[in-house]
């Protein structure tokens, strides 16, 4: 079945530094992609989204490039601050389903 | 507007024990997903419903179920509790269905002793 591979944290880094989060899927259509943040206490936030091949989602500073070749989605951001501390989490979904099937959450501790 | 709203916030229940969780979606949204996050892991997809029916079911055991009611709020049911169940409850609405983006709510926080 589908399936969405993260990288394990936590990933720590200071303030300003460049951030990559990776992740891969497995998917036998052609799936949405997704990050979604998650902070403490809180539920999911939708961070950024690509629905097709070669598609750049971004807000916020973040960004990532929906790759086919490679399966790839992977999360990237020029300069973190303490606010982007959280658990970022990949996820896809298929077809013409509202269904996200989610990696298992990587989560980012930025310091000062 | 209002996002999605869930309720109760937290839940202590006993093993055996039954549950029901609460959520309103985003006013004009007509889909409602649930899902389960146990500590450390992913969000699993557990049911969505759109229009009253049910569009997906995730593979959970039937001493889960859920409905859709008129005004798009939703009930989660879970009968004879046991420890695994206890988990962050998720409940997600969208406009429509397929392919829509899901707006999340806070969560139920639901622990079973």
């Known amino acids: 079945g589908d399936s969405v591979t993260q990288m394990e944290g936590p990933v720590t880094l200071s303030e300003e530094a460049f951030l990559t989060i990776n992740c891969t899927y497995t998917?036998?259509?052609?799936?949405?992609l997704f990050w979604y943040v998650q902070y403490p206490g809180e539920g999911l936030q939708l961070l950024l989204k690509?629905?097709?091949?070669?598609d750049k989602g971004s807000n916020k500073g973040f960004e990532a490039t929906y790759r086919k070749e490679t399966t790839s989605f992977h999360l990237e951001k020029g300069s973190v601050q303490v606010s982007d501390s959280a658990v970022y989490f990949c996820a896809l979904s298929e077809g013409n389903t509202d269904k996200l099937i989610f990696g298992t959450g990587t989560r980012l501790q930025v310091f000062p | 507007d209002a996002g999605v709203t869930q309720s109760p916030t937290h839940l202590i229940k006993t093993r055996g024990q039954h549950v029901t969780l609460r959520c309103s979606p985003i006013s004009g949204h007509k889909s409602v997903s649930w899902y389960q996050q146990v500590l450390g892991q992913g969000p699993q997809f557990i049911f969505q419903?759109?229009?009253?029916?049910?569009?997906g079911r995730g593979n959970f055991p039937d001493r889960f179920s859920a409905r859709q009611f008129p005004n798009y709020s939703s009930e989660l049911n879970v009968n004879a509790l046991l420890l695994g169940d206890s988990a962050l409850y998720l409940c997600?609405?969208?406009?429509?269905?397929?392919?829509?983006?899901?707006?999340f709510g806070d969560g139920t926080r639901l622990s079973i002793l």
């Open positions: 419903y759109y229009e009253k029916e049910e569009r």
């Open positions: 690509a629905t097709k091949a070669d």
């Open positions: 998917a036998t259509g052609y799936p949405s």
């Open positions: 997600a609405s969208s406009q429509g269905w397929g392919n829509q983006p899901q707006h």
